[in-house]
Every structure is written in structure tokens, then in C-alpha cells.
């Protein structure tokens, strides 16, 4: 089945060839393909945080806070101003008014993440959504009562899944599966994935895994392993933080039971921007799912019947909790259409020739002790390069932030360079493996 297309794109992503691509280890060269690349006009849309010396900063933690376009401040304004002046009124007022704000968001989510329009909602937190999530596809019974997740998974995940056990009276020692890289191995392999899930066979209630991992930078395959946990008679639930607006999405058709993203990394919403819920539409009517309740997720019709009966919207909508928050959610209205723009497909190629050119870089100059975690296979990878280095890796990190090479370190030993293809640059590339190199070598 056909899910909602993601949008024309408005820029041949043909102007790399990556197969044929040649790289270079040279700055003129990292220039010129920037001055070949369609997007590269993106760049001017948002705000890059300046260097103490005034120039740019070379900016890699789009995984991390994607930057701010501009026009948020002319949305925000706009929000502030009608708050100003209508009051309460501007629920219904407003020059887009509040009480319907949330539907806004749809169309554009859905987009992003391949899905019908009434499989997204945009609401609360991430790790809230997991737990709303939980609280309706973790249903232990019987013998079917355990969580596969990944060894080192995000600990907000962890947490999130250990507290529904114990909520349940389940000890997380016992039902709690934490499926690990191979011995030597950072990053996990499908099969492995899809083996351990298969001998979990009638004892697994949920599988919960990222679409891309945090630290790794992996891509996971969505698909098999929705029909993996599926097959074994198990719900799956995906965490997008890293996946939304960097790697290609089709949860409709994939067939998830539910996923949940953050909209502050590769979305550019700003810190703590509101976040979203997928619900498959098999679930969209189906009453007899628990789920906690909230005012908002009670059918429009009789919302403000103010009764104590609920009737679920139809949807991801009916799990929504409370009024949406419009100041979280304006700067998504401006940030999410750029990538329509753009053209996800051609995004995702971009994204693919940056990262592949980081990891081409870094073999080309056998920077000593580091190593690329991620893997090279496109199908694997999608902005984000995580590079272990074996010594000094505190003391590397800290000189590039100094330097104005702004990427993040996770524990214990990586640092994480995502050059997001809206505004990222080949350049910007070249210099920081430039950079990088020469603090690995002093
Ligand atoms: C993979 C992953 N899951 C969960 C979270 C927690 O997100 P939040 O603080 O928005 O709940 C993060 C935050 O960075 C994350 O990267």
C-alpha cells in the first residue's frame, strides 16, 4: 500500500554520484562541491552560531539541537502578539487559532515519517510518548512478558522500559533483553537482532529499539524487524530521536505498532520543542487499547461537553493529553516545510555524500586512534559519523569546541559529527577532519 508520498523534490538529487564520486582530501575541492550542491542556498535559513572571532562555527550537532531557522522569531512574535492582543480569544481568534493548532502539524508529520495524516500527533516529550505508548502496546499476559531492547540503548529508553516492568510487578533482571553487539563489535548486527527475537519467540511482549542509534550513528532496519517482532506474536515500537529528518522514514508501510521522535535535533524546533507520536492506523479506532486520558484525546465533538464519558479520537490523536502547547509547536511550522522544500530525497542524498565524504576523510588520513564506528553501507548510515577514539578523546573534544568545531561527546570514548544536509557543507566537512586530524597527531 501507498503510503503519503514524501513530496516531489524540488532539486535533483542526481548532482552527486556517489558511486563515481571521486573525493578529495583538498579545501578548494570540499568548496567547489558546494558550490555544485542545490542546497547549498538552505544554509542561509538559519542562524549559525558564530566563533568568538565573529566567522561561523563549524557546526556538527545537528543530532544533538538542530539550529534555528529564521522566521521562528516572526512566528513566535506573531503567537506573542496575538496572546497579547485577544486574550482567551485567541483559541479561536487567533490569526491561526490555538484550540485546532495541533492539526497543523499533521500533514508535515506525516510526510517526514511516511504515514497517513491521522497516523501522527504532535504532543508532549519523547520520553512522556514512550510512556504513553507503553502504558497501550506493552501488554504482558501469560508467558509474554518480556522487552528486547539494544544493549546501551538511550538510558532515558531504559528507565522508561524498567519502570513499566516494575510497574507491572515484573523484574527488569528477568524480563528485561538487552541484545548486544557481537564480542569486538560497536554496532549490532539485523540478523542478530532478528535471531534473538525469534528464540524469544512467545515469551516477548514488545521490541523497542532506535530507528538510528544515539551513539553509533546506526541505521536499524525498521521494516524486518517490525516483521520479526510481528511474527513472534510481539508489538514493536520504535524511538525516532535520530531518525526524523535524517534517515528515510515509511512507518505506515513498515507496520510498526508505534513510534515516538523529539523535534529538536534533525527538526531544528528548538530545546525541548514539542514532540511527536506515531500510532498505526490498525490501532485508529480500536477502543479496547488502554491508555491514559486526557481531555484532548476525547473525540472534538464532545470535548467541551466537559463529561465524565470518554470517547477516543479517531487516531494518534486519541492519545493526546492536554491543549497543544503553541509556543513549542510554531517553530515546527516554519522548521518542517523547509525540508518539504528541499526534498527529502534529495536530503537523504546529501546527507549520505557529507558523511560518506567525513568517513573517507578519516581513512584517507589514518587519523591515529580513531576509529569510525558507524558503518560505511548507505543502507546503515544516514548524517551522523561517531568516531572512538582511543586516547585523548576528552581532551580532543574539548579543543575542537574551543576552536569553533562544534560536536558532542557521549561516554566513554566517542565523539559524534553530524553535518545536517539543510545546512551543512562540504567545507564544513573537510575543516573539521582538518581539524581533527591535526589534534589527533600532537
Ligand atoms: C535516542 C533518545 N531517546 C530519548 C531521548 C530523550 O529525549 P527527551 O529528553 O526529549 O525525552 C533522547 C534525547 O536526546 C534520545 O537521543
Not at 550542491?37 to 566567522?55: C, K, N, Q, V, Y
Request: proline share 7%.
Amino acid at each position: 500500500m501507498t503510503t503519503v508520498p514524501t513530496s516531489a523534490p524540488t532539486h535533483s538529487p542526481s548532482w552527486i554520484d556517489l558511486a563515481a564520486c571521486d573525493f578529495q582530501d583538498s579545501r578548494a575541492w570540499a568548496c567547489e562541491l558546494d558550490a555544485r550542491d542545490p542546497l547549498a542556498p538552505f544554509r542561509s535559513r538559519f542562524s549559525i552560531p558564530p566563533h568568538t572571532d565573529g566567522s561561523p562555527c563549524v557546526y556538527l550537532t545537528g543530532n544533538s539541537l538542530g539550529l534555528k531557522p529564521h522566521g521562528v522569531r516572526e512566528i513566535l512574535l506573531e503567537k506573542l502578539e496575538d496572546w497579547a492582543q485577544l486574550g482567551v480569544e485567541g483559541h479561536m481568534k487567533a490569526r491561526k487559532p490555538w484550540v485546532d493548532y495541533h492539526l497543523r502539524m499533521q500533514p508535515l508529520l506525516a510526510q517526514l515519517v511516511g504515514a497517513h495524516v491521522d497516523e501522527v500527533v504532535a504532543m508532549n516529550t519523547l520520553t512522556l510518548n514512550l510512556h504513553l505508548m507503553m502504558v497501550s502496546f506493552y501488554r504482558p499476559e501469560g508467558r509474554r512478558t518480556k522487552i528486547l531492547i539494544e544493549k546501551g540503548a538511550f538510558p532515558s529508553d531504559t528507565y522508561a522500559v524498567m519502570s513499566h516492568l516494575r510497574t507491572r510487578g515484573l523484574d527488569p533482571a528477568e524480563h528485561l533483553v538487552q541484545v548486544a553487539p557481537r564480542d569486538g563489535e560497536r554496532t549490532l548486527r539485523m540478523d542478530d537482532v532478528a535471531a534473538r527475537i525469534r528464540e524469544l519467540g512467545d515469551t516477548l511482549a514488545l521490541v523497542l529499539l532506535p530507528g538510528v542509534h544515539y551513539a553509533t550513528g546506526q541505521v536499524f532496519d525498521i521494516a524486518r524487524i517490525t516483521r520479526e517482532a510481528h511474527a513472534a506474536g510481539a508489538r514493536c515500537g520504535w524511538d525516532l530521536a535520530h531518525s526524523i529528518g535524517n534517515a528515510p522514514l515509511q512507518l505506515h508501510d513498515w507496520g510498526p505498532d508505534f513510534a515516538c521522535w523529539c523535534s529538536y535535533k534533525y527538526l531544528n524546533g528548538g530545546a525541548g520543542a514539542v514532540a511527536g507520536c506515531f500510532v498505526h492506523r490498525r490501532h485508529a479506532d480500536d477502543h479496547s487499547i488502554p491508555r491514559y486520558l486526557g481531555w484532548w484525546g476525547n473525540a472534538p465533538g464532545n470535548r467541551f461537553e466537559m463529561r465524565d464519558d470518554f470517547t477516543p479520537t479517531h487516531g494518534a490523536d486519541g492519545w493526546q493529553l492536554s491543549n497543544p502547547p503553541i509556543l513549542s509547536m510554531a517553530p515546527l511550522l516554519v522548521s518542517i516545510p523547509i525540508f518539504i522544500e528541499a526534498g527529502l530525497d534529495a536530503l537523504r542524498q546529501k546527507s549520505l555524500a557529507l558523511s560518506g565524504y567525513m568517513m573517507w576523510l578519516l581513512a584517507e588520513r589514518a587519523t591515529p586512534g580513531a576509529t569510525v564506528v558507524t558503518p560505511s553501507s548507505t543502507s546503515e548510515r544516514a548524517s551522523q559519523v561517531s568516531i572512538a577514539f582511543a586516547r585523548n578523546a576528552h581532551a580532543i573534544h574539548r579543543a575542537l569546541l574551543h576552536d569553533g568545531y562544534i560536536v558532542d561527546f557521549r561516554e566513554p570514548d566517542i565523539i559524534r559529527a553530524a553535518s545536517a544536509p539543510l545546512y551543512g557543507s562540504f567545507e564544513d566537512v573537510w575543516r573539521f577532519v582538518d581539524r581533527l586530524d591535526g589534534l589527533a597527531r600532537r
